[in-house]
């Protein structure tokens, strides 16, 4: 089933052959420390938020991290390698000084947020540009419909309706240059929302827990229609080139970190044969 989601954007907009490795072959990638430490702070933040408010403390939430971990460990067994036991006490400070750095940044006892981990989808439709005639039907190979889903971290609801869409990046803040892409996943969230629950998002808030730094953004309804339109275009574009199959490399410096390097053109590689147009699913839900 082929949808996008913010990652896969992000992937096809960086280089569209990363996105059908990951999108359309689903091949494998080893899990990566930082990743995996990330995964884990997210997870203890969620658990914290499910306590009554006087026990989201500092204290009870660094205590939570060794049993969360121990309960990664059991369901992925792989991680035991990645991390293996003489590395388990660093390991767990790492995590501990991400947690005490968002503690620097909120206080979460003071509020409850409406949900944690938020899984959403949607479809959006699509109006067919170019009909010749008017009530001719569209090209075959045109997509009816925007599959769209993804998670989120967290989703703040003030009494008076506001809504505030929260990330936790367990990483440093990037420079001015690069905040316009790392607000990409969090409009891509603000204009999902907004479809399922017709409320602007009044803020858009990224966490940054590498350096207690916190990034507010206060998205308008012209510049999320605006960013709507540039999702549908995306699409259109992955959707053509999943029908031929046509996928370039595109090298930048992301690609030090990219695992596909042996089957890349760009590395002298040879991509596997392309599996061929993936199964869509246009009907995930309403569109606006």
Same mark, same amino acid.
């Given at each position: 089933?082929?949808?996008?989601?913010?990652?896969?954007?992000?992937?096809?907009?960086?280089?569209?052959?990363?996105?059908?490795?990951?999108?359309?072959?689903?091949?494998?990638?080893?899990?990566? =420390?930082?990743?995996? =430490?990330?995964?884990? $702070?997210? @997870?203890?933040?969620?658990?914290?938020?499910?306590? @009554?408010?006087?026990? =989201?403390?500092?204290?009870?939430?660094?205590?939570?991290?060794?049993?969360?971990?121990?309960?990664?460990?059991?369901?992925?067994?792989?991680?035991?390698?990645? $991390?293996?036991?003489?590395?388990?006490?660093?390991?767990?400070?790492?995590?501990?000084? *991400?947690?005490?750095?968002?503690?620097?940044?909120?206080?979460?006892?003071?509020?409850?947020?409406?949900?944690?981990?938020?899984?959403?989808?949607?479809?959006?439709?699509?109006?067919?540009?170019?009909?010749?005639?008017?009530?001719?039907?569209?090209?075959?190979?045109?997509?009816?419909?925007?599959?769209?889903?993804?998670?989120?971290?967290?989703?703040?609801?003030?009494?008076?309706?506001?809504?505030?869409?929260?990330?936790?990046?367990?990483?440093?803040?990037?420079?001015?240059?690069?905040?316009?892409?790392?607000?990409?996943?969090?409009?891509?969230?603000?204009?999902? *929302?907004?479809?399922?629950?017709?409320?602007?998002?009044?803020?858009?808030?990224?966490?940054?827990?590498?350096?207690?730094?916190?990034? =507010?953004?206060?998205?308008?309804?012209?510049?999320?229609? @605006?960013?709507?339109?540039? $999702?549908?275009?995306?699409?259109?574009?992955?959707?053509?080139?999943?029908?031929?199959?046509?996928?370039?490399?595109?090298?930048?410096?992301?690609?030090?970190?990219?695992?596909?390097? @042996?089957?890349?053109?760009?590395?002298?590689?040879?991509?596997?044969?392309?599996?061929?147009?993936?199964?869509?699913?246009?009907?995930?839900?309403?569109?606006?």
């Amino acid at each position: 089933m082929l949808v996008l989601s913010p990652s896969r954007a992000g992937d096809f907009r960086s280089c569209p052959l990363l996105y059908r490795f990951r999108a359309i072959d689903r091949l494998p990638e080893p899990p990566s =420390r930082p990743a995996v =430490r990330g995964t884990l $702070v997210h @997870a203890v933040l969620e658990r914290m938020f499910t306590r @009554a408010a006087g026990d =989201r403390t500092e204290g009870r939430t660094i205590d939570s991290i060794e049993g969360l971990w121990s309960e990664m460990r059991n369901d992925q067994p792989d991680l035991v390698d990645l $991390v293996p036991d003489a590395d388990r006490e660093p390991w767990l400070a790492e995590a501990a000084g *991400l947690v005490r750095a968002y503690f620097r940044l909120e206080d979460p006892a003071g509020f409850s947020p409406q949900a944690c981990e938020e899984p959403v989808q949607l479809t959006l439709t699509i109006v067919p540009a170019d009909l010749a005639e008017p009530g001719e039907p569209p090209d075959r190979a045109e997509p009816t419909g925007v599959p769209l889903k993804g998670f989120i971290d967290r989703i703040d609801v003030a009494a008076t309706g506001e809504v505030r869409i929260v990330d936790y990046k367990t990483g440093r803040s990037p420079s001015e240059h690069y905040e316009t892409a790392v607000l990409y996943q969090l409009k891509f969230y603000a204009m999902m *929302l907004q479809h399922l629950r017709g409320v602007l998002p009044t803020e858009l808030k990224l966490i940054y827990l590498g350096d207690s730094t916190a990034l =507010r953004y206060r998205p308008d309804q012209q510049e999320l229609d @605006a960013f709507e339109r540039g $999702v549908v275009a995306l699409w259109r574009t992955i959707w053509s080139a999943a029908q031929t199959g046509d996928f370039p490399a595109r090298r930048s410096s992301s690609c030090r970190w990219c695992a596909h390097q @042996a089957m890349c053109p760009e590395f002298g590689g040879t991509p596997p044969p392309y599996p061929g147009m993936p199964g869509t699913d246009q009907t995930i839900g309403p569109g606006r």
